[in-house]
């Protein structure tokens, strides 16, 4: 649907006929992002350069009630920033950069569409480390990973995107400028509204130069791939592991064998372990340089297996031998393209309820799809979960979705752990939500939004 000649009149005059897009012209890329969904091309895309040019985008098209989806990176896996018919695209491919950095108050200051990759290569030039760690690393940016607050692979030691963001500067839907971009780590002073735009998914306003709180570079990574037999073993390895390196773990990732199955087939990696236990963990941690550091992590994890809650340890001995046991955690990129296409899933479980959750899934979806493969791996010890379900050729989708929900309802997890609702997982706000907190989420969109034109029908109907 295209837009009236005075609505694109007045675009022109605001940001320059070089930073419009309309019809043919509008990049395939921008037609989509990763959610898998059908391309669709908007009615226009604007790739504004300053946030003086988001604002006088957003003033008009709140003037003419058009509504307007946000893009970053597109990597996005919910259909957030993925448009639709008639809507708008703002793009912040163009603001991107990195403006300051503080060697003394370890911040950064960067625009909304720097590249995460490239917050973490100029924080290391400094010396110095960007918490948030995720695989798309290269592509997805950080606004992006604010509005969806990003986790990854770090959570356990540094958090998620939240935790790592000191302040912002944004757009409201009408044009309005806001910011607080002051780098102290106490403030106070009044309403938090920063910690509101993170995770808003672009839905109250558009994020356009974020202030990073940045941390001491890790000394050195001591890395292993472990064999053990369940999720409760697992559980117990974590809790063990905190103990004897107290503040130390980086990470605890999970692979249950039908991952590894995948990665063999699919992303030509040996297995790890000729047994193929049910679960493989890669652990991490972060520790000072040393012989003797290196020897403590060595003895914690031997001591694991003595007891029996290790079946079998690789221990890297080099960084080119830590990278390669990062590629099996990372390879989900490389055998999905190779994989028949599957329905994927972003969820939460609480650790108590870890074991019964992964039996549940499985269990319920081996009943609701028979000879369907179900492929599991997540982000343990922060109780998040992805997994992805291939049924046999021929067969559909049809109520996997809702099986795989209401088992995280029963559980009492959560429907998205890290990669936001967006338009996929609308439907099943619900089962994380009680009506009092959507009448919440309700009430604050109209306060911010009354037009409702930002990312429409994202999160919200």
């Known amino acids: 649907m295209s837009q009236p000649q005075e609505v694109l009149a007045a675009l022109r005059t605001a940001l320059g006929d070089d930073q419009i897009r309309v019809g043919d012209a509008v990049p395939v890329r921008n037609r989509a992002d990763s959610a898998g969904l059908p391309p669709c091309a908007p009615a226009a895309l604007l790739l504004p350069r300053s946030t003086a040019e988001v604002s006088a985008a957003l003033a008009i098209c709140h003037r003419f009630s058009l509504p307007v989806v946000v893009q970053g990176g597109l990597t996005g896996l919910a259909g957030g920033a993925h ?6 695209a703002l793009s912040l491919e163009r603001m991107n950069g990195i403006e300051e950095l503080d060697p003394v108050g370890r911040t950064m200051t960067a625009l909304a569409g720097t590249p995460l990759e490239a917050i973490q290569q100029r924080a290391a030039e400094a010396g110095l ?35 790592n963001v000191l302040g912002l500067e944004a757009v409201l839907p009408d044009g309005r400028i806001v910011s607080s971009l002051v780098k102290v780590i106490k403030n106070n002073a009044g309403y938090d509204w920063t910690q509101l735009l993170i995770g808003s998914e672009g839905t109250l306003g558009v994020v356009t130069r974020v202030l990073l709180a940045l941390q001491p570079a890790v000394p050195s990574h001591h890395t292993a791939l472990c064999s053990v037999a369940g999720v409760a073993e697992a559980l117990q390895v974590l809790d063990r592991l905190e103990a004897k390196l ?10 249950w064998r039908d991952y590894l199955a995948a990665t ?16 493989t963990l890669l652990v991490e941690a972060a520790l000072p340089a040393g012989e003797a550091y290196a020897d403590l992590f060595l003895e914690a994890l031997s001591a694991l297996v003595e007891e029996g809650l290790l079946e079998d340890v690789l221990v890297a001995q080099s960084s080119r031998e830590r990278a390669r046991f990062w590629t099996y955690r990372e ?12 329905l994927h899933f972003d969820i ?21 799809s028979p000879g369907a493969s179900l492929i599991m791996f997540g982000h343990l010890a922060d109780s998040n979960l992805h997994l992805s379900i291939h049924p046999p050729e021929g067969t559909g989708f049809d109520g996997l979705a809702e099986v795989v929900y209401r088992t995280v309802r029963d559980v009492e997890g959560s429907i998205s752990a890290e990669h936001g609702v967006g338009v996929l997982k609308r439907p099943y706000l619900g089962y994380s939500r009680s009506d009092s907190e959507l009448a919440l989420m309700r009430t604050l969109k109209d306060a911010l939004d009354p037009a409702g034109i930002l990312n429409r029908g994202r999160i919200l109907a």
């Open 264 to 279: 063999a087939a699919h992303a030509a990696l040996p297995p790890p372990f000729t047994s193929g236990p049910a679960l």
């Open 246 to 255: 107290p503040g130390g773990l980086l990470a605890f990732e999970a692979m």
């Open 129 to 163: 480390l960007y918490g948030v760690d995720l695989g798309a690393r290269g592509s997805c940016t950080i606004g992006g990973n604010v509005a969806t607050n990003a986790g990854g692979v770090q959570v356990l030691r540094y958090g998620m995107t939240r935790r």
């Open 348 to 368: 939460s479980v609480p650790l108590a309820a870890m074991a019964q959750g992964a039996d549940l899934l499985h269990a319920r979806i081996a009943q609701a």
């Open 331 to 342: 390879a989900s990129s490389e055998f999905y393209r190779h994989l028949p296409t599957g």
């Open 83 to 88: 448009p639709v018919e008639g809507e708008i």
